[in-house]
Each structure stands twice: as structure tokens, then as C-alpha cells.
């Protein structure tokens, strides 16, 4: 029996490309099948159609159609985020410069645990993190597999700041992970303050902090998962200051604002953090994951210094080989910094400013759509790319019912949030592609399924 060819080394690329091809052509079979941003059926029948294709798991002889039937399924299963009806969630349709650099990772599959796994991917990050962070106002920072990780480091940084003990104080409108971490790293349950109008609110902040005692860590949020709102942060980062507390600022959505000279002032304030979360892989059009924590004080990092000999012995450090470990609460990552590098070198600011300018823009032409319509409510103006709008008059289980039909014939996903006591759509744009016609089709769309 033949060894099955590897995807690198010398004979890699000579092994890959007729899989590539492959590959491409069941996206594109799998995708017509699909015939629309969802498949149509819903959850019990996208699971047999997967399990037919997938039929025995790990049969005696392998099947060498495997590739092709396995990828078609998945495309035809797929929630196709470059299709500009599938408009629910904080997932983008990845650049293809990005995916063809995600390609050459996954076949070098450099490890970023140690410097002998990695020469090359670790010298790029470290370079291109840093860069990152600075962008936002900060000194460094670290890689992460997205924005829970992120918050859970940044919770982590500062209970070892403060001596083993912090207690975290959060708006209402914080995102779900920030609470977790604390609920993970054992640290005192959060404290909550209003967020009325789905921002938290300074004044409420101020009397929290004056009332509490003891290592105190206030998040803030730019970009909220349900609207898209961004905090008070200056206002905030002033209070912080005057209270003596630490900051961190949940910027997952909103950071990538940063590319743009019309909206990067919706982020002043960034720049007074401790910490701030970024995710690329929402406002920076990249694969899953492209997460990363930026840190003001380098010094912070050092509390996640783990010694393994086998990784980073005192004396290789000694002789100038960089120890990772401290870089990650993971021991292996694979180079999600390549892909990053490419995009930002490839693109540039320009390149990115225009694509978040063109996903902001079509938000405010939907908000507009939907302003005009009398068929429907609109909740505000888009902050940054999210609009959430409601049938007029409309019950909470109507609202829930349209959602799940449309989820159900395959015809449209839409997210859902639940502001002010009702439930509403939510509609997310992050795909640079989607034109004026689309969202008219989109609102014409929910209206024939709400009052059919």
C-alpha cells in the first residue's frame, strides 16, 4: 500500500493542487444545491442529508470520493456568509486573500508552542500583533482564537495584577463571555450595572464605583453583540482614571472601526484601556479565528510565564531563542497571524477603511428602508453595521415565528435581540458585496413572510 502524499515539503504543492481542485469545484456543486444563504429543511433535515454523505465514519478501506462528497455536504449545509440574505450574526465572509493565506498555514502548520515549531510565524507575529496594538492607542499584544478568550485574558491579567483578587463591574449590555471568565477564573460574582438604551450608563458607573471597595475591573463595550452600540468610553475611561479602577474595553466588533478615518472616532477613549479585545475575524473580513488581546503594560504578560523544558529550557532563553509559552493560555496555536499580515499588507488602510465604510453605509440604507416602511418599527440608527427592526405591532412570537420560518425554507437568516422588553430582528451587515437591491429584496422578503 502507498503513503498518502503529505502538504508540504518538497512534493506538497504538487500533491495539493488536484485537491484544490476538487475541493473548489464541490464549494461550487454544494453551493448551487444549497441554492440560498441556509439549507432549506432546518435541523433534522440538514442531519440526514450530512449523515447519508458521511455513511460509515471510519469504514475498513478509505473511499478516495471522500473529499468531494464530505466538502459538498458541508457547502450545501452551510450558512453562506457572503450571500447578502444571511445577514444574522457577528460572521463574515472571509477575504479570498485571507483563505489562500489560511491555505499556506495549514500546510506548513507551524506550531506557535515553541520557537523551533515556528521560526518564521512566531518573528510574524510579534511584529504584526504589536502593530495591531498600537493601532488601538496600546503597547502589545497577544493572539487569540477571538473575543471570549480575549475577555477571559484580559479578567486573568488583571486578577494577577492586583495581587490574585479583582472583582469585575460590567454594564448589563456586556457581552456573555465577561461574566464566564469570571465565573472561570473563581473571581467574585460580576457587578452589574444598568445599560439603559442598551449603553451603560456613567452616572450608575460612578455610584458603583464609589460604593465598592477592594481590585476593581470595569469593562466597557465597543460594538455590542445585540445592537452594535458602543459605550460612553470616554466618560467611562474618565471615571476609571478618578476611581484609581483598571479598564478593559470589549472592542470584538467595533475595533475594526479603526481602519477607517470617517468612523474611528467613534473609538476615542480606546487608547486609555489596560486592555481591549479585537476581532478580526468580524470587522477585518478574516477566517475563524483571528482574535487578539492588546495590552498596555507589556509587564502584565508576565504572569502567564509557564516554564516546560522541552519548550523553552532557561538556557535556550539564555542563548536568545524567544519563549512562546507566555504568549497564549494555549501551548499549541497554528499561525493565525499569517493571514492577518496578508490582509493588512495586501489591503492596507485604505483597502480596510473602504470595506468597513461600505458595510456602515449599507446599514444606515437599510435603517432608512426600514424608517420609511410603515409595516415595520426601527429601533435606531446603526452605531455600526447592525440594524434591528420589528413588524409594527407585532407580538414577540410573531416576531420569533418569522425568523424561524425564513430559517426553515432556507430564504434568509436573521439574528435576534431582545432590547427594551421586545424582541426584535437583527439584521448584521458585514458583507462589503451586498448591494442597495439586496436589502430592499431582504425587507420585502420578512414583510411577505410576516403579513402573507
Known amino acids: 500500500m502507498s503513503l498518502p502524499p503529505l502538504a508540504s515539503g518538497p512534493d506538497g504543492p504538487v500533491a495539493l493542487r488536484p485537491l484544490l481542485d476538487t475541493v473548489l469545484d464541490a464549494l461550487r456543486a454544494g453551493g448551487r444545491a444549497r441554492g440560498g444563504p441556509l439549507p432549506a429543511g432546518g435541523p433534522d433535515a440538514v442531519a440526514a442529508r450530512v449523515a447519508d454523505a458521511v455513511g460509515d465514519v ?30 444574522a450574526h457577528l460572521h463574515c465572509p472571509p477575504l479570498a486573500v485571507a483563505t489562500a493565506a489560511d491555505l499556506a498555514a495549514s500546510a506548513l502548520n507551524p506550531s506557535l508552542d515553541s520557537w523551533d515549531q515556528a521560526p518564521a510565524a512566531s518573528a510574524l507575529e510579534s511584529v504584526v500583533a504589536r502593530t495591531l496594538a498600537q493601532e488601538a492607542g496600546l503597547a502589545d499584544a497577544l493572539v487569540t482564537s477571538g473575543g471570549t478568550e480575549s475577555n477571559q485574558l484580559a479578567l486573568l491579567l488583571a486578577r494577577e495584577a492586583h495581587g490574585g483578587s479583582v472583582r469585575l463591574v460590567c454594564g448589563a449590555n456586556a457581552h456573555h463571555s465577561l461574566p464566564r471568565a469570571a465565573w472561570l477564573l473563581g473571581l467574585p460574582d460580576p457587578v452589574v450595572v ?36 458602543i459605550d460612553p468610553l470616554p466618560e467611562i475611561a474618565g471615571l476609571c482614571a478618578a476611581h484609581g ?3 478593559h474595553i470589549d472592542a470584538a466588533y467595533g475595533g475594526g472601526l479603526l481602519f477607517s478615518d470617517r468612523h474611528q472616532e467613534k473609538l476615542a477613549g480606546l487608547e486609555a484601556a489596560h486592555t481591549v479585545t479585537l476581532d478580526l475575524h468580524k470587522l477585518g473580513w478574516q477566517p475563524v479565528a483571528a482574535g487578539l488581546l492588546a495590552v498596555a503594560r507589556p509587564r502584565d504578560l508576565a504572569a502567564l510565564h509557564q516554564r516546560a523544558d522541552y519548550l523553552s529550557a532557561d538556557d535556550d ?33 485604505t483597502g480596510l477603511g473602504a470595506l468597513v465604510d461600505q458595510v456602515c453605509e449599507r446599514a444606515k440604507e437599510f435603517a432608512a428602508l426600514v424608517q420609511d416602511h410603515p409595516g415595520f418599527d426601527l429601533y435606531d440608527r446603526p452605531t455600526i ?24 425554507q432556507g430564504r434568509a437568516v436573521l439574528g435576534r435581540a431582545r432590547l427594551d422588553g421586545r424582541l426584535w430582528l ?27
Open 245 to 247: 479602577t483598571r479598564l
Open 58 to 87: 471510519l469504514p475498513d478501506e478509505g473511499d478516495p470520493d471522500a473529499l468531494r462528497v464530505l466538502v459538498h455536504a458541508l457547502a450545501e449545509g452551510a450558512a453562506d456568509p457572503a450571500d447578502p440574505l444571511c445577514a
Open 194 to 229: 444598568p445599560a439603559p438604551g442598551g449603553t451603560l450608563d456613567p452616572a450608575a458607573l460612578d455610584e458603583a464605583l464609589t460604593a465598592l471597595s477592594g481590585p476593581l475591573l470595569v469593562a466597557a463595550t465597543a460594538g455590542t453583540t445585540d445592537a452594535g452600540l
Open 385 to 408: 453595521s447592525t440594524v434591528l427592526f420589528r413588524p409594527a405591532q407585532a407580538a414577540d412570537d410573531t416576531v420569533a415565528a418569522v425568523r424561524r420560518t425564513l430559517l426553515h
Open 317 to 349: 532563553s539564555e542563548a536568545g531563542y524567544p519563549d512562546l509559552l507566555g504568549r497564549s493560555l494555549r501551548t499549541t496555536r497554528r499561525p493565525d497571524i499569517l493571514k492577518i499580515a496578508v490582509t493588512l499588507k495586501t489591503l492596507g488602510r
Open 426 to 452: 437583527k439584521v448584521t451587515l458585514l458583507n462589503p458585496h451586498t448591494r442597495p437591491d439586496d436589502l430592499a429584496d431582504l425587507l420585502k422578503l420578512v414583510e411577505g413572510t410576516t403579513f402573507r
